[in-house]
């Protein structure tokens, strides 16, 4: 089966943590790059951060503060929030594109809520 399950999120309160997971099959995380997006209400979804084998980039608003990782023995990636800001809050979805095909796999969405 070709699909991405996400798991963590949740409330936390500013400058906590959390961290994402979105599990893969081999084939999409040997082959395929994968990204974190995430959609405020009422905005549009914007890209958080991606990860090729050769580089993993980051939006300015997460710099730092965000870190992209993966288990390849469990054929997962993650997202490793720290110091959350209200403005974080949103919906994280995982993203699998392939690097050349026009092909590609989303997660089902996870709540990350900051608040006091």
């Known amino acids: 089966q070709e699909r991405l399950v996400e798991s963590g999120g949740g409330l936390v309160q500013p400058g906590g943590s959390l961290e994402l997971s979105c599990a893969a099959s081999k084939t999409i995380f040997t082959i395929y790059t994968m990204a974190w997006y995430r959609q405020a209400p009422g905005k549009q979804r914007e890209l958080v951060a991606t990860s090729s084998s050769t580089r993993t980039t980051y939006a300015d608003s997460v710099q730092g503060r965000f870190r992209f990782s993966r288990n390849t023995a469990l054929t997962t990636v993650y997202l490793e929030m720290s110091n959350l800001k209200p403005e974080d809050t949103g919906v994280y979805y995982c993203?699998?594109?392939?690097?050349?095909?026009?092909?590609?796999?989303w997660g089902q969405g996870i709540q990350v809520s900051v608040s006091s």
């Open positions: 993203n699998a594109h392939h690097p050349y095909a026009d092909d590609e796999y």
